[in-house]
């Protein structure tokens, strides 16, 4: 049985100041310290302006003031007892809409199940398969461009307003599926554990056979 010490409380402490204090200008992204000359840097800084703050914790990435992006590395999914605590510290904090991405690779794809699961059911967290840095460069730039054009039109605003921001902007990440299919499965399935538990069949009655396979395939669903 695991404990929280008093520095546990002090980090916790820390990362619900931090979390509430956040202002991501529109078009930039926010990102800790550490990723600062990686590669996923120099693939987004190609599209997006990025900003380095320190001390975010254990949020990895803002796109937007609201969102936050946990960035699982490949050494992390496989041994991810040691991230169990951090997400789990995020979610008691609960200032931010965690998404989280998890470099699934040969070596650690037999791991991304028992992430998946914690992530989506245990947690609550909207879960991403990405190869790679590169990969992951691109959702989080996807991320910004759509939290940009949602705050340049305010007619989209207002249209998404009683929609979960986080869950949306992952949906519209399904490559191939566009705006339009990405709310209309939100619409329909309500959260991101139905449309994982959905079967082909379900998916395409909605969003057609095309897209269903999109889905399908973005969540590495045999």
């Not at 245990?122 to 461009?145: H, T």
Request: glycine fraction near 4%; include cysteine; proline fraction near 4%.
């Amino acid at each position: 049985m695991e404990c929280i010490d008093h520095d546990d409380e002090l980090d916790l402490s820390s990362l619900v100041d931090k979390t509430r204090n956040i202002n991501v200008p529109i078009g930039h992204i926010i990102a800790a310290q550490r990723w600062k000359n990686s590669e996923l840097h120099h693939t987004l800084q190609s599209n997006v302006q990025v900003l380095f703050e320190e001390n975010l914790g254990v949020v990895d990435f803002f796109p937007s003031s609201k969102i936050g992006v946990i960035f699982i590395r490949e050494p992390e999914l496989v041994s991810f007892s040691g991230q169990k605590k951090k997400l789990a510290k995020l979610r008691k904090a609960n200032r931010v809409q965690a998404i989280v991405l998890a470099e699934k690779t040969p070596t650690s794809s037999q791991y991304y199940p028992e992430v998946q699961k914690f992530c989506i059911m245990d947690l609550g967290f909207n879960i991403i398969p990405v190869p790679g840095q590169n990969e992951a460069a691109s959702l989080l730039a996807q991320m910004v461009v759509s939290e940009s054009h949602m705050n340049a039109n305010p007619f989209l605003k207002k249209r998404t307003y009683r929609v979960d921001e986080a869950l949306l902007t992952t949906i519209r990440s399904i490559p191939g599926l566009g705006s339009v299919k990405a709310r209309t499965l939100l619409e329909h399935f309500g959260s991101i554990e139905n449309i994982c538990r959905a079967s082909n069949q379900e998916l395409s009655m909605v969003i057609g056979k095309a897209g269903a396979v999109n889905v399908l395939k973005f969540f590495e669903k045999k």
